[in-house]
């Protein structure tokens, strides 16, 4: 027995050796929804585990990752007031600004990544203001006002903006503001390669952000158009972009591929919100062993060629890593 145990254990620091792809709790950034008012911590129904919360909650959030290891967060803002050009964004006293500033406070070595657009504070749910000739986004007024919320980020004291609204010139609109204001050392990660996927629907749910009318064709990216893909992304590499983005990640891991053959900037995937609930629909269906699936669909990530991971299943991802080292 004791022989055979031997062997076992041989076999398996072998296979540990000849590992190519590994995946670390350190390659995670875990999403956060911050809504504004008092007593607030919401399940969302399409996302069984994941929460609507208010400031106060948020710093309890953070205390557990801290714990679990996880160190990289990003934020989304909910306010409570919207209107037609997301004021709620461009207010020094807004929802994200308040919570970086405490979080900041209180857990000074978490690093703060923050998403800028404005979805979630405009009452049509456009990604910035309406061309109402068009029926779409005036991608030049939002340009403007796009940059002053990567400022207001930046005074709050943001450690990475995240432009996500996928507007042309909105890498090169936010980098010469920062660095106008002094922010020369701020990174920016571009949502660089998003394309217009039916897989962000619970994030919808999430963050309050679904269009009023029509869809975000007209700004995000065709899924049919791997070349265009490719060129969005070093478009924005071009325009000062420190960290390319592809997003949604499990049915585009072919454009992860082609991105990080085509650059050498770090590379990063958004596991969304509609493959974050396929896989607990599948567990509660008892269909799938859940474990198993999560962690070989978070290696697919990194062996497509993915630097960074954002994730929902980053808390238990981390618990997984832990119960794996101490075996």
Known sequence: MF?????????????ELVEETRVDIKDFIYPLFIKEGQGIKKEIA????????????????????????????????????????GSGAL?????????????KETYPNIYIITDLCFCEYTDHGHCGILD????????????????????????????MIAPSGMMDGMVETIRSALDSEGFINLPIMSYSTKFASAYYGPFRDAAESAPSFGDRKSYQMNPANRC???AESLE??????????????LAYLDIVRDIREATYLPLC????????????????AGVIDYDKILMETMLSFKRAGADMIISYHAKEVARLLQKRKSL
């Not at 585990?49 to 160190?71: H, P, R, S, V």
């Not at 207010?91 to 979080?103: S, T, V, Y």
């Not at 991608?139 to 005074?155: F, K, P, S, W």
């Not at 071009?238 to 997003?247: C, E, P, R, T, Y």
């Open 269 to 284: 995937i958004y596991n969304v919100s509609g493959e974050y609930s396929m896989l607990k629909l599948a567990a509660s």
């Open 46 to 85: 399409s996302m069984p585990g994941i929460f609507q919360m208010n400031i106060d909650d948020a710093l309890n959030e953070c205390k557990e990752l801290t714990e679990l290891g996880i160190d990289k967060i990003l934020l989304f803002g909910i306010p409570d007031v919207k209107d037609s050009v």
């Open 91 to 103: 207010c020094e006293h807004g929802i994200i600004a308040e919570a970086i500033r405490k979080i």
């Open 132 to 159: 109402l000739e068009c029926n779409s986004v005036d991608n030049d007024a939002t340009l403007e006002i796009t940059a002053r919320q990567a400022i207001i980020h930046a005074e709050a004291g943001a450690d």
């Open 236 to 249: 924005d590499e071009a325009q000062g972009a420190d960290i390319l983005m592809v997003k949604p990640a």
């Open 228 to 230: 265009e893909a490719i």
């Open 3 to 15: 022989k055979r145990f031997r062997r076992v254990r041989a076999n398996q620091a072998i296979r």
